[in-house]
């Protein structure tokens, strides 16, 4: 029996000549096992530099092909999708200690095949993986029953193989078992020759250690040679002299200008000469480090042979799908509808307009709720169009609806959707569901696989990557349903949202697709380019955490339970062996290439701050990699020289006109570029649409003075601030009880009401019987969510009692001398909700009417007042940060501070009185907030005077509000909020704001 003889060199390149002298001789004489087929393709090379041709019937493949030459039993392989189903159903059966919960199953799924995997790999029977369980150590309740349901899953696992399959994961083991079997196939298979060399071998786990003796006890074989750059064993042939490639060094502030500086690196080497096939762009991981130096590269003008990895759930075809189940599992909701109808998959006839106006309005589910929903929705929106037929109205009403032949159009494409997916109403069993599935992607009602062929920007790769997925993910239904006949289900139905959970339990895989280019730049994970030689290596993303990897973490072991099972016997790898492994990948990297540039970001894809690897560190201490051969790319320079900016010099001359225009744009003056509209007729529209017989409401000139873009987008534009309607009270729905409750409670006292903390000691019993008429004028029902009734009560009730807390505060401060209350003019309430129907204000020559409600309107009950008649006003905001420029002084130097000013012109013009204060009162605390103090008692007299600050700010804010009005007039709508204000997260125009430099935070958030 030969011995296995391991030859160890660190330099792969002479591993490469050692291995395959015979081949390169042009005289193949033995079994020739490479690690992967670019080693195949590196041998060719030095096989047509030798000057050999080829071979012919060589015994020549990669570890993959293996069971070509070796053999294998009749076991027939699982495939990863009937592996994983199996699993899965194996789960749901026996591992109901802890390890089987709902909700959770999937990464419960991917660590016990992992862990099957390898313990496949090595033929590790159910007997000795329970009884390495059982071994003695400290184990908590927890462990016991996590160590039995993987015994339980692992031994009915193996029970469900037999004899006839296998893992699939076992293809070493399968091999060794077929040499036991049949020792007379293998020479006929080697064709004569009576070697192996196998070349790339980095460690003996998954099943070559028993592979390796099976061949070195094989009597057709007299030699069993291993080439490696690590250490497999003791003796046989070792260098210990490795390569010493040239090391270089990029630093960059973050990943986009790292491969960018890579690719320019790559596109000079290439401009000097330098063959693409001769450099690789090396990543620790595939995703998503590969694509995006694969990009980087095209954009350099590089060709690139990559092979792109995208996860099969992730693939638009398959999300497209997916989504018809999330849909029905959700219930139809309005956010699931709205998915669908806008999927460039799905030709379902939904239209996300008209599904949008109904699914905001309430809270729409089901697909017979919809039906109704939109049955509505047409019948008022003829409604609203024929009243603006005859003129009932100015036509506000029919603006508010789609146009009726759209909502009735999106009715028919509702009903014929329904039809097609009532089905997912129904739980069934999984094997109806597998049907359904069947006929989905057979039959194809939607049209979605032809709709893959609609290349977006003229992306080939983006059709053959959803060709693929489809065609995976119909291979993914059939293997599924091969599972279920051979080996069945517990059989109870499953509704939508179950089986949209089972089905991504297999999605796991990933769809592959080549680049086109051959002998171009190679764009690789480190595992597919290990062995490889080439002059130029770059190994990108040298980050703390990404190279080395860190050994995956898993749900089920941790580092104590996998060590445990290690000194029990079973081969597994611990920490120490995956950070061995790390290290020898590396190495590995290094010696294949003349030439190693690494590279890094300072900042990771959040912006925080990252590090270098501990690699770099290694060679940086270690003299390898001197400071002077380390490019620091500053954070100042944003444009990797190189990189091609324009196509060509139209499009320059269009860069630069962009340029000129932001530019302007930042002085934030009106212009075409910057809110201005420029045609005159649209001048003229707009001058008449607001003109003298426009009524504005103060609201509306507010919302204009705080940002005129924003007021375009709502105002002019129509665009509307959606929100999702939930269970829970709506904010509108909430002010307005709270209003109406301080209305009725208000009412309830002497007039005019005068609040002190007696009276409202007594009028407890009041403020409840308010706040429930008001909860029961809303209608029959809660305005929200039934369970949650009661505490909402309770949290508006607390509301209101604090805020009149604050009134009897406030009012008791007229009676402090200290307090400078003490010189205001008192007011008792009067009324509640005081319209204003009709207001003219003219400034500085502008000229416009407005109209509103006031709140509260208040009267004098001084006696200081000697018989004048004063009023006030207040308008109710749920809290301080309500108010104009969340209530800063600075609001009233910006012009935004506008509605208090109007409605105190509008109680003096409407009722002849003098206004002696307005401001605006926050509910949360009874603050008050922008008061004006128009009149005040003189602390000498005694008498009411006039506050002349008080009243040059009124009427400031009054010229501002004609000023406003008037470059409405002018059609100007610049982005240009006041610094008091900023930009709100909540603005309904932020998805469109033209803000130079982006949005601005408002002052205070």
């Given amino acids: 029996m030969p011995p296995v003889e391991c030859v160890t060199n660190p330099d792969p390149r002479a591993l490469l000549a050692q291995a395959a002298a015979g081949f390169l001789a042009g005289r193949p004489d033995c079994l020739l096992v490479l690690r992967q087929g670019i080693l195949r393709d590196d041998l060719r090379a030095r096989a047509r530099a030798a000057g050999v041709r080829g071979w012919v019937n060589a015994a020549l493949c990669t570890f993959a092909e293996l069971p070509r030459f070796l053999g294998r039993t009749p076991r027939v392989a699982l495939g990863d999708v009937e592996r994983r189903a199996l699993l899965a159903e194996l789960l749901r059966r026996h591992a109901t200690r802890v390890l089987h919960r709902p909700g959770r199953d999937g990464a419960v799924l991917r660590a016990v095949d992992q862990l099957?995997?390898?313990?496949?790999?090595?033929?590790?029977?159910?007997?000795?993986?329970?009884?390495?369980?059982?071994?003695?150590?400290?184990?908590?309740?927890?462990?016991?029953?996590?160590?039995?349901?993987?015994?339980?899953?692992?031994?009915?696992?193996?029970?469900?193989?037999?004899?006839?399959?296998?893992?699939?994961?076992?293809?070493?083991?399968?091999?060794?078992?077929?040499?036991?079997?049949?020792?007379?196939?293998?020479?006929?298979?080697?064709?004569?020759?009576?070697?192996?060399?196998?070349?790339?071998?980095?460690?003996?786990?998954?099943?070559?250690?028993?592979?390796?003796?099976?061949?070195?006890?094989?009597?057709?074989?007299?030699?069993?040679?291993?080439?490696?750059?690590?250490?497999?064993?003791?003796?046989?042939?070792?260098?210990?002299?490795?390569p010493s490639p040239a090391l270089a060094a990029i630093s960059a502030p973050d990943t986009t200008r790292e491969l960018e500086t890579v690719a320019?690196?790559?596109?000079?080497?290439?401009?000097?000469?330098?063959?693409?096939?001769?450099?690789?762009?090396?990543?620790?991981?595939?995703?998503?480090?590969?694509?995006?130096?694969?990009?980087?590269?095209?954009?350099?003008?590089?060709?690139?042979?990559?092979?792109?990895r995208v996860a099969l759930r992730e693939v638009p075809v398959v999300r497209a799908v997916t989504a018809l189940l999330r849909g029905a599992g959700d219930g139809w909701t309005r956010h699931a509808l709205a998915e669908l109808a806008e999927q460039p998959y799905l030709a379902c006839g939904l239209d996300a307009a008209v599904v949008n106006h109904?699914?905001?309005?309430?809270?729409?589910?089901?697909?017979?709720?919809?039906?109704?929903?939109?049955?509505?929705?047409?019948?008022?929106?003829?409604?609203?169009?024929?009243?603006?037929?005859?003129?009932?109205?100015?036509?506000?009403?029919?603006?508010?609806?789609?146009?009726?032949?759209?909502?009735?159009?999106?009715?028919?494409?509702?009903?014929?959707?329904?039809?097609?997916?009532?089905?997912l109403d129904t739980p069934r069993p999984l094997e109806a569901w597998l049907e359904w599935m069947a006929r989905l992607l057979t039959d194809d009602p939607w049209a979605i696989r032809a709709?893959?062929?609609?290349?977006?920007?003229?992306?080939?790769?983006?059709?053959?990557?959803?060709?693929?997925?489809?065609?995976?993910?119909?291979?993914?239904?059939?293997?599924?349903?091969?599972?279920?006949?051979?080996?069945g289900d517990d059989g109870r139905p499953l509704d939508a949202a179950a089986f949209a959970a089972r089905l991504d339990e297999l999605l796991e895989g990933d769809v592959i697709l080549w680049s086109d280019h051959e002998g171009a730049v190679l764009v690789v994970e480190a595992l597919g380019a290990a062995y490889h030689e080439v002059d130029h290596l770059f190994l990108v993303g040298m980050e703390a955490g990404r190279f080395p990897r860190r050994a995956p973490a898993s749900p089920l072991l941790d580092d104590r339970a996998r060590q445990r099972l290690i000194a029990a016997g079973l081969p597994l790898d611990s920490r120490e062996t995956w950070e061995r492994r790390e290290r020898q990948l590396l190495d590995v990297l290094l010696a294949g290439a003349s030439q190693v540039t690494l590279s890094w970001s300072r900042k990771d894809e959040g912006g925080r701050e990252a590090i270098r690897s501990v690699y770099v560190e290694e060679l940086a201490l270690g003299r390898q990699l001197p400071a002077a051969a380390i490019e620091e790319v500053p954070a100042s320079r944003v444009l990797v020289p190189g990189r091609r900016l324009v196509a060509d010099d139209a499009a320059a001359a269009q860069a630069a006109h962009g340029a000129r225009i932001e530019l302007l744009r930042r002085t934030t003056a009106p212009s075409p570029w910057n809110g201005a509209i420029a045609d005159p007729a649209l001048v003229a529209h707009l001058a008449r649409r607001f003109g003298e017989d426009y009524r504005w409401s103060p609201t509306q000139l507010e919302s204009?003075?705080?940002?005129?873009?924003?007021?375009?987008?709502?105002?002019?534009?129509?665009?509307?601030?959606?929100?999702?309607?939930?269970?829970?009270?709506?904010?509108?729905?909430?002010?307005?009880?709270?209003?109406?409750?301080?209305?009725?409670?208000?009412?309830?006292?002497?007039?005019?009401?005068?609040?002190?903390?007696?009276?409202?000691?007594?009028?407890?019993?009041?403020?409840?019987?308010?706040?429930?008429?008001?909860?029961?004028?809303?209608?029959?029902?809660?305005?929200?969510?039934?369970?949650?009734?009661?505490?909402?009560?309770?949290?508006?009730?607390?509301?209101?009692?604090?805020?009149?807390?604050?009134?009897?505060?406030?009012?008791?401060?007229?009676?402090?001398?200290?307090?400078?209350?003490?010189?205001?003019?008192?007011?008792?309430?009067?009324?509640?909700?005081?319209?204003?129907?009709?207001?003219?204000?003219?400034?500085?020559?502008?000229?416009?009417?407005?109209?509103?409600?006031?709140?509260?309107?208040?009267?004098?009950?001084?006696?200081?007042?000697?018989?004048?008649?004063?009023?006030?006003?207040?308008?109710?905001?749920?809290?301080?940060?309500?108010?104009?420029?969340?209530?800063?002084?600075?609001?009233?130097?910006?012009?935004?501070?506008?509605?208090?000013?109007?409605?105190?012109?509008?109680?003096?013009?409407?009722?002849?009185?003098?206004?002696?204060?307005?401001?605006?009162?926050?509910?949360?605390?009874?603050?008050?907030?922008?008061?004006?103090?128009?009149?005040?008692?003189?602390?000498?007299?005694?008498?009411?005077?006039?506050?002349?600050?008080?009243?040059?700010?009124?009427?400031?804010?009054?010229?501002?509000?004609?000023?406003?009005?008037?470059?409405?007039?002018?059609?100007?709508?610049?982005?240009?909020?006041?610094?008091?204000?900023?930009?709100?997260?909540?603005?309904?125009?932020?998805?469109?704001?033209?803000?130079?430099?982006?949005?601005?935070?408002?002052?205070?958030?």
């Fill in 704 to 1005: 204009y003075a705080k940002c005129p873009w924003a007021f375009f987008s709502q105002r002019v534009l129509r665009l509307e601030e959606l929100a999702e309607p939930d269970d829970d009270l709506d904010p509108r729905a909430r002010g307005t009880i709270l209003h109406e409750a301080l209305r009725r409670f208000f009412e309830r006292l002497p007039r005019p009401a005068w609040l002190t903390a007696e009276l409202l000691e007594d009028a407890g019993d009041a403020l409840e019987a308010s706040l429930d008429a008001a909860i029961a004028a809303q209608g029959d029902a809660w305005p929200g969510h039934p369970a949650l009734a009661a505490a909402r009560r309770t949290e508006l009730l607390r509301v209101l009692q604090r805020f009149l807390v604050h009134e009897a505060d406030f009012n008791a401060k007229h009676d402090n001398p200290r307090s400078p209350r003490r010189h205001a003019i008192r007011l008792g309430v009067v009324r509640h909700e005081v319209p204003l129907d009709d207001v003219t204000l003219e400034r500085d020559g502008v000229r416009f009417r407005y109209r509103g409600t006031v709140d509260r309107v208040e009267e004098c009950i001084d006696g200081r007042a000697g018989g004048r008649r004063f009023v006030g006003a207040a308008d109710y905001k749920t809290s301080r940060s309500s108010t104009p420029a969340r209530g800063a002084s600075k609001g009233w130097d910006d012009g935004v501070v506008l509605q208090v000013p109007l409605y105190a012109h509008a109680l003096h013009v409407t009722t002849g009185h003098e206004v002696a204060r307005v401001a605006y009162r926050s509910l949360r605390d009874g603050e008050t907030v922008h008061e004006l103090q128009l009149w005040t008692i003189d602390r000498a007299t005694g008498e009411p005077v006039p506050n002349p600050e008080a009243r040059a700010r009124l009427a400031a804010a009054l010229d501002r509000a004609a000023a406003h009005v008037a470059r409405v007039r002018r059609a100007e709508f610049p982005a240009d909020p006041p610094a008091s204000c900023g930009c709100p997260p909540f603005c309904h125009a932020r998805e469109i704001c033209r803000v130079a430099g982006g949005p601005r935070i408002e002052k205070g958030r």
């Fill in 116 to 242: 099957v995997g390898e313990l496949c790999a090595e033929e590790v029977g159910a007997d000795r993986f329970r009884a390495a369980l059982e071994a003695e150590g400290e184990r908590d309740g927890f462990d016991r029953d996590r160590d039995a349901d993987l015994a339980d899953t692992y031994a009915a696992y193996l029970a469900a193989l037999g004899d006839a399959w296998r893992d699939g994961r076992d293809t070493l083991a399968d091999c060794a078992r077929a040499l036991r079997a049949d020792p007379a196939a293998l020479a006929e298979r080697l064709g004569g020759h009576r070697s192996v060399h196998v070349l790339g071998l980095q460690d003996l786990r998954g099943g070559w250690g028993g592979l390796l003796h099976e061949l070195a006890r094989h009597p057709a074989l007299d030699a069993v040679r291993v080439f490696s750059a690590v250490r497999l064993a003791e003796g046989g042939a070792v260098s210990l002299v490795p």
């Fill in 358 to 423: 109904v699914g905001y309005r309430a809270r729409t589910t089901g697909l017979a709720a919809w039906e109704a929903a939109l049955g509505r929705l047409e019948r008022e929106a003829r409604a609203a169009a024929a009243a603006a037929g005859r003129g009932d109205d100015d036509g506000r009403a029919a603006r508010r609806f789609p146009a009726p032949d759209t909502i009735a159009a999106a009715r028919r494409g509702f009903r014929a959707f329904a039809r097609e997916v009532a089905v």
């Fill in 451 to 487: 709709r893959t062929l609609a290349l977006p920007g003229g992306d080939v790769r983006i059709a053959r990557l959803d060709l693929r997925a489809w065609d995976e993910l119909a291979q993914v239904v059939a293997a599924w349903r091969d599972a279920l006949a051979r080996w």
């Fill in 264 to 308: 320019a690196r790559v596109r000079a080497l290439l401009d000097d000469g330098v063959p693409p096939h001769r450099i690789a762009v090396v990543a620790r991981e595939a995703r998503p480090a590969v694509d995006r130096a694969a990009d980087a590269l095209e954009r350099f003008g590089v060709p690139v042979t990559v092979r792109r």
